[in-house]
């Protein structure tokens, strides 16, 4: 158990709708990040809160968005879902966010399925 | 985002066998880094490599952190079932992580 936690664990929609993906990171940690899992692409980066803030931005698209709230947890925001959108969504959390060192811990992720 | 290649793609292995697994890229990586991930589970970190040079040890894992800083391999000593999973190296600058394709093993008893 990694101590971050995701909510749901899975999720079925229709093309169109939004979902929200929720993520509490490891008690201490300030930073979280997003990824996206699927079998073509692999593991991608989307994007970074730290305290609050966005940090980095990866490969999200227009149609996504993020936040993290004064208590640290976050969400991701998936809208206007089309089919490639199915994949599983991981959060990660680490510690200070500092560059380089700061390693990252992951989620259980949520398995997304638009249909 | 920035490529890594992952080999193999996928390995069978006899327990008690050693294995060997390598990563390459055509960027330079401040850190280095080995997650293992499970059937419906995340990415579990294994080894972090934060110097070019570095040998790591976990067990019965070992890593190194390439001298270019463009590469890294790990190496898992006399393999047991429970080391079925897909292995994933990722090379970290600033705060992005940047994944491999991962290599899946399967352990055959």
């Known amino acids: 158990d990694s101590g971050v936690t995701q909510t749901p664990k899975h999720l079925i929609t229709a093309t169109g709708q939004r979902v929200t993906l929720r993520c509490s990171p490891r008690s201490g940690d300030l930073s979280v990040y997003w990824y996206q899992q699927s079998l073509d692409q692999g593991l991608q980066f989307l994007i970074q809160?730290?305290?609050?803030?966005?940090?980095a931005k990866g490969n999200i698209l227009e149609r996504f968005s993020a936040q993290q709230f004064p208590d640290l947890h976050s969400e991701l925001n998936l809208s206007s879902l089309e089919l490639g959108d199915s994949a599983l969504y991981f959060c990660?959390?680490?510690?200070?966010?500092?560059?380089?060192?700061?390693?990252?811990?992951f989620g259980p992720g949520t398995r997304l399925t638009v249909l | 985002g920035q490529q890594l290649n992952q080999s193999p793609q996928s390995m069978f292995i006899q327990e008690g066998e050693d294995v060997s697994m390598n990563c390459t890229s055509s960027?330079?990586?401040?850190?280095w880094l080995w997650y293992k991930q499970e059937p419906g589970e995340g990415p579990v970190l294994l080894i972090a490599?934060?110097?070019?040079?570095e040998l790591t040890s976990n067990g019965r894992l070992t890593a190194q952190f390439g001298i270019t800083r463009k590469d890294s391999f790990l190496n898992i000593s006399a393999s047991i079932p429970s080391d079925v999973g897909i292995y994933f190296c990722?090379?970290?600058?600033?705060?992005?992580?940047?994944f491999g394709a991962g290599t899946t093993v399967t352990v055959r008893a």
């Open positions: 990660a959390s680490s510690g200070s966010g500092a560059a380089g060192t700061d390693t990252q811990y």
């Open positions: 490599l934060y110097k070019a040079g």
């Open positions: 809160y730290y305290n609050g803030e966005e940090r």
């Open positions: 960027s330079i990586f401040n850190t």
């Open positions: 990722a090379g970290q600058n600033d705060y992005k992580l940047s």
